[in-house]
């Protein structure tokens, strides 16, 4: 009975409940919206860098990350391969010779990671073949191709069929070089990939670096789901021995770091928005009392306990707040909703944007879980907002309040 | 009659609701500007890291060498230019270099690097680069070592003393071939220079690039970014074919629009922010108004002229905003000197995320009067759109039915 009291008299001040509650609203709107697109941003940066960069496991020779020194290769690493791609879950499986070294064309030279692979099983674990801007991924050139990313190819001034050396030191350190020609280019929405990694055959690489056959530095697994990751990820350990296999997060910790810190600070960016609400709310209420303190020492000199009275105010106060709240939640998710299926375009800051490896094209991503999060803390909003003016409404002597003309 | 004086007497006929009021405009003032004094505080320290370390604030250059960064778009630092270059009195300070690419080995391992041919002495005073050296000691003119960045050391298992093998491509299609003694290693805040600089004397340089006497680029040092302007324009006029100018945004757009990105970002929330106090702001507003209906109404009908009345409302509302603004402002100021003088340092889990992104873990802050006139401005402006309703509301004010409140 108390709601239905206290919803009455939210609406007997028409204008001044209308202003708290278009200020709650928006308020409440701009931060369900903010974080919608803050976590579509991040959302998009991990399944990016999960897709196209890291997969979701590696397994490399214990020694390999530390010294990226060739030698640290690993023996029979296709038989291990064939194996994975047999467990549950495990989409993809590729095997990769990794050489850090230097790629040059007739202008100039760049410092790039320069990765040996199998065009059909590393379709399997990573999107580059989709994100091909020019040529084909790994078709049209029958000598020696090289896949290399967009930047690089501006920087080295290089388009499809051009000619580029790549230099490296063998098994035996020899300094050896090898002629290759841009079979494609790819563009990723992060441009610092782009300019750093560089693709060819296997078996190219294989014959230049004198590597033995059947092994590999690394093996990278792309798993159906990413929940399924850790557990396929302790199935493998299982058979491994000396090799160390990762999940992408502890590979590349601060990407994980990265999601958790956003929604974080989108939470505190909500807090703010509910602290300056709360003075609005807080000066209205007190307004409220003040109109009503006649009424107040009636219903406290007919009986009315002060205990109720008190509840009274803040029921009011969180009524007013969560209808605020709801609307703001109800049209901030609408707004995402629709940002979901659309994109919010950047692109006026796309180079700085994608330098940073985020793509310039921005789907929301609501999370029921921060919806009732935002509801409860509006709740909480209202209470403290309630208690300084419930305070001062019990304390009304209705005696006193009665003798007011 | 002193309006200025009734208007200030009448915002504290209620003094728990004006204050109230007012504590909310200090608090969105307060955060508004410390948000604003950290991020214009990054900002700048972003910039100085990329421009005081490598690019410069402008640089000079053969007009087709940004097209196309190779040895033989280099230039030759004849004396007229170097005169043209002293008629700007803003330029305090001139680097000329000889930057290319090449093959970095050791024993084992070999990593593309940049190297750049610099006059010690002068690049020192523009970059500052003997205080980042960490082992060793820094290059002077005519020393026949090398001084490179510590990741890159380490990639390679160098220190001081060993030496370093450089493979690369001359002026003209020369190869370029040398081997030198490390001198120094260095450390800088930002990881991408760590990875592959290799600093020598400018005459080794181009000896090793067979391009006597030619440099590929000229750095040009202002005071800061904001006395670049007037300088690139004193240039312009004089630097032209074969010669380009370039200023550092043209030279960093990531830079310019990572910044742009983060800018537009904060003005979004510092504007919902501000619209949520400007509710509050109005429902004060009409809190006070309808409370004196009664009293305008007798006002008007015994003379006072509705422009004066309307006057006095504005007054009231803008001194409620002058009270706020200035009291934040007052708040304001310590917070920011203080992190000012002692910038936050970012540590763990953080830290590497900020270094994998290119920038350095640190939140300055600036104390640049914009940061805290641009809250007076914006307070100010919805301080004159929220009068609009009680100016309204006076002129169409009926003065019987006021009467009879």
Sequence with gaps: MLIQVSWRNIWRSRTRSLVVLTAITLGIMAGVFSTAFMKGMMDKRVETAIHTELSHIQIHDSLFRKTAELRYYMPGADVLARKIDTLPHVEGVTQRIIVQSMISSAETGAGVKIMGIRPDDEKKVTDIAQQMVEGKYFEGIKRNPVVIGQKLAHKLNVRVRSKVVITLQDMDNNLTAGAFRVAGIYKTSNTAYDESNVFVRYEDLARLTDLPAGACHEIAIRVDNDLNTVSVQQRIKKTTGSLEVMSWKEISPELSYITVVMDQYMYIFILIILLALLFGIINTMLMVILERHKEIGMLLAIGMSRTRIFLMIIIETVLLSLTGGITGIILGTLISKYFEYHYINLSMFGKGLEQLGFSSLVNTSIDPEMVVSVTIMVIFTGIIAAIYPALKAIKYDPAEALRIE | ?405
């Design chain 2, 1 to 405: 009659m002193n309006i200025t004086v009734i208007a200030w007497r009448n915002i504290w006929r209620n003094k728990r609701r004006t204050l109230i009021t007012t504590a909310s405009i200090f608090f969105g003032v307060i955060f508004a500007a410390v948000m604003s004094s950290m991020q214009e505080g990054s900002y700048s320290k972003m910039i100085d890291n990329v421009v005081k370390f490598y690019s410069g604030y402008l640089q000079i250059h053969q007009e087709d060498y940004w097209e196309n960064k190779t040895i033989n778009n280099t230039f030759v630092l004849t004396d007229t230019l170097l005169q043209k270059v002293h008629q700007s009195k803003e330029i305090i300070g001139i680097s000329p270099r000889l930057e290319s690419f090449a093959l970095a080995s050791s024993d084992q391992l070999t990593k593309g690097a940049v190297v750049i041919g610099i006059d010690p002495e002068r690049e020192n005073k523009i970059t500052n680069t003997e205080k980042w050296i960490v082992r060793g000691r820094y290059i002077h003119h005519g020393d026949k070592g090398v001084i490179m960045g510590n990741e890159l050391a380490g990639y390679l298992h160098l220190d001081v003393g060993d030496t370093l093998v450089l493979l690369g491509m001359g002026y003209h299609g020369v190869n370029a071939a040398g081997k030198y003694s490390i001198t120094g290693i260095f450390k800088n805040p930002l990881p991408q220079f760590n990875k592959s600089f290799v600093y020598m004397d400018l005459n080794l340089a181009q000896d090793l690039y067979s391009a006597p006497n030619r440099i590929t680029s000229l750095v040009l040092m202002v005071k800061d970014h904001y006395h670049m302007p007037p300088a690139k324009k004193a240039l312009k006029s004089f630097i032209r074919s074969p010669y380009r100018l370039m200023s550092w945004d043209e030279m960093e757009p990531e830079l310019v629009q990572m910044i742009a990105s983060d800018r537009m970002g904060g003005k979004f929330m510092k504007a919902i922010l501000y619209i949520v106090i400007a509710f509050g702001i109005l429902g004060t507003v009409i809190m006070m108004f309808s409370e004196r209906k009664r009293e305008l109404g007798v006002m008007v009908s015994i003379g006072m002229q509705k422009t004066l009345l309307a006057g006095i409302l504005f007054m009231e509302t803008f001194y409620i905003g002058l009270l706020g603004v200035t009291t934040g402002i007052l708040a304001t100021i310590p917070i920011t000197t203080w992190f000012y003088h002692h910038p936050i340092r970012i540590a763990g889990e953080a830290a590497k995320a900020f270094l994998d992104m290119g920038i350095e873990p640190v939140f300055a802050f600036s104390l640049m009067p914009p940061v805290f006139y641009n809250q007076a401005l914006t307070v100010f402006i919805l301080i004159i759109i929220i009068t609009i309703y009680p100016v309204v509301k006076t002129f169409r004010l009926d003065i019987s039915n006021a009467l009879r409140t």
